[in-house]
């Protein structure tokens, strides 16, 4: 069979099983629609928030950009994992202690404002409306690239599933869907990995693999022959990092810290019976993207090392099919500048003068390639020679991790409107009926905005993820973690805190992406910190700032210090 | 002070520490192994990584599972300890 129709049955079987979860679990009540009414295995709520998390860009890009990165890639694998720990141990028994359903409610409460809590509804709408933009983008890009569906046709079938789960559902669909999706895309993941990895190493973990002697070349490590490589083609060595220490230190912290403090993954650990049932399951979550990402720059490296040996020097008639396969979808691009029938692929922007005499001595006329980086996780397969059926699986996975990220999306912001905007602020006697219609009703329109984003996506997606992490960073996660560590925060500190924090990120991150993009160079740079890690600045401004009113300002009223008291301890001591 | 005050008082000196010491090593494994020394440690081998190479893309990861599953076995004991764990 082939590619196509195999990646028909796999698409039509993953999808059909979505919906039947979505039919079986609908949301009778407004708890199970926010937090699918606290009954979730610790288990199953790790594998919900891991296909949660791991987004189209998890799946498709990140092994690409590593691959291109060398080293330094490193700055995503840490930061996107390193920010559980700060979630486990700082945020998600307290916050789980705290109960109800959002992280507005948890600010609004904690500093016994409404101005608070529409500050926080206003980022966590913000935040995740970037994010899901990308999502319904990337379910598009998969649809077009395997099933030659018009992009737009792809974005629409998405936003189908997608509706049909997450307004009968809520959370509680949701979170079953996401049990499935995660299993599919940690399957598509893994398959061709471990492929790759026995074909060039003979070693069945990858993880390993990319550690091991080559295979037919004895004593060489694949590692080794990567470095020899580039630098035979005028790339740095793959194992040597080229970003500045300070800006790889901060841009990891931002991304950290934003991760613990995204509303979307927070909104899991309240779906949890008790507190240590969240302690538990923020463990199991991060066992089960660490699956992912630990083979990520395994897979990055083998690419990479595919790459360079197929490619440089080949001619073009006798370039294997799967380069002319993608040129046609554009993600390779080709143009022999010396006419010599052959392809040149190297750094024609290499420092190094002798090896650019070099080059010129040959008749190189300049690089000839170019490559996307989502190339090496779609193309992987076929660059290594695998079946059909593992092709097709790529697209099933990519789907999953797509969907079910844009699905946990989707229920912040309509959680968000129909919780923290209706009934906390505007209309607190809204019946329990009514406020679970409107949390359907803000949920659909919330997919129809995102679908439009996706068919009609703003030039700068790619630039505001950096917003995402640095807004999350510099407000959600100081404001948070002082709540609980620091009973005398009062609200003065927390609201000044977040807008001063916010504000900061937020017109440092405009004026170098969107107002001048051409001073976004490291000359230019407060500290040499670029935009990606400025989120960091962006928090230690919050602690600062809110410390230092707090100070000057009232204490939180009783009743407040007692929640903070009651939050710190799983379950009420013996005589209180 | 009620005997519960005090109670409650040891136990989040308790979670404190184990926080503190938590989240000393997540620090020094993520940003000083896999960042601030990585190039020293790059000088060790261990087959066919580099030690600093490894720390930063897979031995860092390792650590912060292994970071909250130690976490998870630390605070159900004090849980126990202090009696308020839950049923």
Not at chain 1, 113 to 124: E, K, L
Not at chain 1, 139 to 165: A, H, K, Q, T, W
Not at chain 1, 167 to 174: D, F
Request: glycine share 8%.
């Amino acid at each position: 069979m082939d590619v196509q129709t195999w990646t028909f049955i796999l698409v039509g079987i993953s999808f059909t099983l979505y919906i039947g979860i979505a039919i079986y679990s609908r949301a009778g009540n407004t708890k199970d629609f926010y937090v699918a009414g606290s009954t979730v295995h610790p288990i199953a709520n790790g594998m919900a928030t891991g296909a949660d998390w791991m987004s189209a860009a998890s799946f498709i890009s990140m092994a690409g950009i590593i691959s291109f990165m060398g080293r330094d890639g490193a700055m995503y694998l840490m930061g996107w994992t390193g920010g559980y720990v700060l979630l486990a141990l700082l945020l998600a028994p307290y916050l789980r202690k705290f109960g109800k359903f959002t992280v507005p409610d948890f600010v609004g409460d904690r500093y016994y404002s409404s101005t608070a809590r529409m500050v926080a509804v206003v980022c966590a709408i913000f935040v995740s409306f970037t994010y899901v933009a990308g999502q319904m983008r990337g379910v598009g890009i998969v649809f077009s690239r395997f099933l030659e569906v018009d992009i737009n046709l792809g974005v629409v079938i998405g936003m189908v599933i997608v509706f049909f789960y997450a307004v009968l559902g809520g959370m509680k669909g949701i979170t079953y869907t996401q049990v499935a999706q995660y299993c599919v895309l940690i399957f598509a993941y893994l398959v061709p990995a471990i492929f790759i990895s026995i074909l060039m190493t003979g070693n069945v973990v990858p993880q390993i693999g990319f550690g091991s002697e080559i295979k037919g070349e004895e004593g060489v490590f694949l590692l080794d022959k990567l470095d020899a490589l580039s630098q035979e083609l005028g790339f740095s060595n793959y194992t040597e990092g080229s970003k500045s220490t300070i800006d790889l230190f901060f841009i990891t912290m931002a991304l950290m810290v934003g991760t613990a403090g995204l509303p979307h993954i927070i909104v899991r650990f309240y779906t949890v019976p008790n507190v240590s049932n969240a302690r538990t399951s923020a463990a199991w979550a991060l066992i089960f993207i660490a699956i992912l990402y630990t083979t990520a720059p395994s897979v990055a490296a083998f690419a990479r090392t595919n790459l360079l040996t197929t490619i440089n020097n080949t001619e073009y008639a006798k370039v294997p099919a799967w380069f002319k396969n993608w040129q046609e979808t554009g993600l390779i691009k080709f143009e022999d500048k010396n006419n010599d029938g052959r392809i040149q692929y190297y750094n024609d922007k290499s420092k190094n003068s002798e090896f650019i005499a070099e080059t010129k001595k040959r008749g190189w006329r300049g690089n000839e390639v170019i490559i996307d980086r989502d190339i090496m996780v779609l193309a992987n397969p076929e660059i290594a020679n695998l079946p059909n059926w593992v092709v097709a699986l790529v697209a099933a996975g990519g789907l999953a991790a797509a969907l079910s990220t844009a699905a946990g999306l989707l229920l912040v912001i309509s959680t968000s409107f129909a919780h923290d905007f209706v009934k906390r602020t505007i209309k607190p006697d809204i019946s329990e009926k009514g406020e679970l219609k409107c949390a359907r009703i803000a949920a659909g329109f919330a997919i129809f905005i995102a679908g439009y984003f996706g068919i009609n996506p703003p030039g700068f997606v790619a630039q505001v993820v950096a917003f995402a992490f640095g807004l999350a960073a510099s407000s959600f996660f100081p404001a948070i973690v002082m709540g609980i560590f620091y009973k005398r925060m009062n609200k003065e500190g927390a609201i000044s805190g977040m807008i001063v924090g916010i504000i900061f990120t937020a017109a440092y991150i405009i004026y170098f992406k969107f107002i001048s993009p051409e001073a976004n160079t490291s000359d230019n740079w407060l500290f040499g910190i670029s935009p990606e890690g400025i989120g960091t600045l962006g928090m230690i401004i919050n602690f600062v700032v809110a410390l230092t009113v707090a100070r000057f300002t009232p204490e939180p009223p009783v009743s407040v210090q007692n929640l903070v008291e009651n939050i710190r301890v799983p379950r009420h001591m013996g005589d209180d | 002070m009620k005997e519960s005050e005090i109670k409650r008082k040891a136990y989040w000196k308790a979670n404190l520490i184990t926080v503190s010491v938590l989240l000393s090593i997540w620090f020094f494994v993520s940003f000083g192994c896999s960042i601030l020394f990585v190039d020293q440690l790059d000088n060790i081998r261990i087959g066919g990584f580099k030690l600093g190479f490894w720390m930063s893309q897979q031995g860092s990861m390792y650590v912060f599972v292994l970071l909250i599953i130690t976490y998870i076995y630390l605070m159900n004991k004090l849980d126990k300890k202090y009696d308020v764990h839950e049923d």
